[in-house]
């Protein structure tokens, strides 16, 4: 499969523990992008980075959140201490160059990882 | 900084009937334009997007969309919609710039296909 991978699928964490959500891009992707989605609210940005830097940061909660993308391996958003607001479903997406550069701005997702805070 | 609007949140409509759902977006110059759908539990799959030229374009699973520029629209239609098109639509658009830009997404609307 070369699609986006994400895992967990599912998580259940209790208030305090924490989250740790992956993602493996398309191969020959270098940018990935993090959303979380709750349910009539759309998807909200979080967080866009290319391999080992973040390059916009601009909708990630300032605390307890954080997220990388290394050399290898695959993507990762951490969440700290998590909290019930933190359940919602959250979606990596990867793209092959950056969002906005000419005639591009596709995004391909994964099947999203559904976190449930207990 | 960009917006985009779905009025709908939720739309029915009977199996073969004719589908359109509206999408408005607010920024200063012509941004790219895109439809996503999200079946239950799955990811973002693209319908159909939109750069320049024609402003009516065809998407995948019969869909198509017409961008407006004097309504800052891009609605999406469906002649004859097929139980299989229960989902959620969502609008996308980001600015045109030469260099990274955000994509901005609408709230999404769902739609239920009755019999």
């Known amino acids: 499969n070369a699609g986006v991978m994400q895992n967990p699928r599912h998580l259940v964490r209790r208030r305090g523990q924490e989250a740790r959500l992956r993602c493996s891009p398309m191969?020959?992707?270098?940018?990935v992008y993090w959303y979380r989605q709750l349910p009539e609210e759309g998807l909200k940005f979080m967080v866009y980075l290319q391999k080992e830097n973040i390059i916009d940061e601009s909708g990630m909660p300032k605390e307890r959140f954080s997220a990388e993308f290394p050399k290898e391996g695959p993507s990762i958003l951490r969440i700290q201490q998590v909290v019930r607001g933190d359940s919602a479903a959250y979606f990596c997406?990867?793209?092959?160059?950056?969002?906005?550069?000419?005639?591009?701005?596709?995004?391909?997702f994964g099947e999203g990882s559904r976190l449930t805070v207990l | 900084a960009q917006s985009v609007t779905q009025p709908d949140i939720h739309i029915t409509v009977s199996e073969g009937a004719s589908l359109e759902l509206r999408c408005n977006y607010s920024?200063?110059?012509?941004?790219?334009l895109f439809w996503y759908v999200q079946s239950p539990g799955q990811g973002l799959q693209l319908l159909l997007k939109?750069?320049?030229?024609?402003?009516l374009v065809q998407g995948i699973k019969g869909f198509e969309a017409e961008f407006k520029r004097s309504q800052s629209s891009f609605n999406l239609r469906k002649p004859s919609v097929h139980w299989s098109d229960a989902a959620e639509y969502f609008c996308?658009?980001?600015?045109?710039?030469?260099?990274?830009?955000?994509?901005?997404f609408g709230i999404g609307t769902k739609l239920q296909v009755i019999p």
């Open positions: 996308a658009v980001v600015p045109y710039s030469g260099g990274y830009q955000k994509v901005t």
């Open positions: 920024y200063g110059a012509t941004p790219y």
């Open positions: 997406a990867s793209s092959p160059i950056a969002t906005g550069a000419q005639n591009t701005g596709e995004l391909f």
């Open positions: 191969k020959g992707h270098s940018h």
């Open positions: 939109y750069f320049s030229g024609d402003t």
